[in-house]
C-alpha cells in the first residue's frame, strides 16, 4: 500500500482527468444467443450438477514460469515450474477428472503474471470470445535502466543503460504519450506464430523477425514512484484487448531514452469482473474433491 508521503514524493500521471482528449472506444463482441453462462462465484455452497451445460469461472492465477525459455536463460531467482493460463484450465478439468470436458479462458496471462482469469466450461466456452473481448485493467511495476529479450523478468537481463536522469515529470509525460489509440508492436517472446512458428521458438533461437504493428487502445496509464529516484515505477493501466503489457513497459524505457522491463503484473479486472471475486484455485480444486468424496459416499 502506498503512503501518503509516498504520494506526495512522486508525480502521478492521472490519464482519467484528460479523458476529454481521448477517443472512448466500446469494444463490440458478439453476444451468444441465450442467456449468460452461471458465474460461480467462491460465496457459492454448491457446485453445478453438470459443468458441460456451461459455468463460468473467476480464477486468481497465481505466478508460475514458462516453457518458453530454457533454464539457463531464465532471470535471477526463477524457477522453471510452469502455469501458465492454460495450465489452470488443465488443473480445473484434472480437478474435475474429465478430460474430454470443454474449458477454455478469456485472455492469456503469461506465465510470470497473476490475476483474473475467467473460464468457462462446457457450453458456456461459446462466450469466451464475448469475455475476451471486454477491457483489461492491470497493475504492476516495470524497472528503469535494465532491458530483456523477453520485456520481463522472466528473461535474464541483456541490457543496462544510465536511468537516474529521469525525473517523475519526464516519466508522467512519457506515460501519457501512450494514452489513447496506439500502434503497438508485439514482442518476440510471445504465441503469436510466422510461417506456422509460434515467435517464442525462433526468439530462444536468437532469431528476430518483423512483427506487424497492432492498433489498441489506452484508456488510462497511471505512473507512480515510492521515491522520485526510485529504479522502479509502479502502474495502472486500462487498454483493449490484444495489448501487450510488457511491450508498452518496453516501449515506455524507450521514450525515456533508457531501457525498461516488467517485473511484476496482476491483472485487476476484465470488464466488470474484478480479481477480488475470484477463487483460489487451492480452494476451488478441494471444494471440488470434497464434493467427489461426498458423492462417493
Not at 8 to 37: D, K, M
Not at 114 to 130: P, V, Y
Not at 222 to 242: E, L, N
Amino acid at each position: 500500500m502506498r503512503s501518503s508521503s509516498a504520494k506526495l514524493s512522486c508525480v502521478r500521471l492521472a490519464a482519467s482527468a484528460r479523458r476529454s482528449r481521448c477517443i472512448v472506444h466500446a469494444v463490440a463482441a458478439a453476444t451468444p444467443p441465450g442467456s449468460p453462462p452461471r458465474l460461480l462465484v467462491p460465496a457459492s455452497t454448491s457446485l453445478p450438477d453438470s459443468w458441460e451445460a456451461g459455468t463460468a469461472l473467476l480464477i486468481d492465477k497465481p505466478q508460475g514460469w514458462t516453457r518458453h525459455v530454457f533454464p539457463s536463460q531464465l532471470g535471477p531467482g526463477c524457477t522453471d515450474s510452469l502455469l501458465d493460463s492454460f495450465d489452470v484450465c488443465a488443473k480445473l478439468r484434472g480437478a474435475l477428472q474429465r478430460r474430454k470436458l470443454k474449458v477454455g479462458h478469456a485472455g492469456t496471462l503469461d506465465p510470470m503474471a497473476t490475476g483474473l482469469l475467467i473460464l468457462c466450461t462446457g457450453k458456456a466456452t461459446h462466450w469466451l470470445d464475448h469475455y475476451q473481448a471486454q477491457e483489461k485493467e492491470y497493475s504492476g511495476t516495470l524497472r528503469l535502466g535494465e532491458g530483456t529479450a523477453s520485456y520481463d523478468a522472466e528473461i535474464a537481463v541483456s541490457e543496462r543503460s544510465d536511468w537516474t536522469q529521469v525525473s517523475c515529470a519526464q516519466l508522467a509525460a512519457a506515460a501519457l504519450t501512450f494514452v489513447g489509440d496506439i500502434l503497438q508492436t508485439p514482442p518476440m517472446f510471445s504465441a503469436l506464430k510466422r510461417d506456422g512458428v509460434p515467435l517464442y521458438k525462433l526468439a530462444r533461437q536468437g532469431e528476430v523477425v518483423e512483427r506487424a504493428q497492432r492498433q489498441l487502445h489506452v484508456a488510462r496509464f497511471d505512473v507512480w514512484r515510492d521515491s522520485p529516484t526510485s529504479q522502479d515505477v509502479h502502474f495502472t493501466v486500462v487498454c483493449s484487448k490484444g495489448t501487450y503489457i510488457r511491450s508498452l513497459a518496453h516501449d515506455l524505457g524507450r521514450a525515456l531514452g533508457t531501457h525498461a522491463h516488467l517485473v511484476a503484473l496482476r491483472r485487476e479486472a476484465i470488464g466488470p469482473h474484478r480479481v477480488a471475486d475470484a477463487w483460489q484455485l487451492q480452494t476451488l480444486t478441494t471444494l471440488i474433491n470434497a464434493s467427489r468424496s461426498v458423492v462417493a459416499q
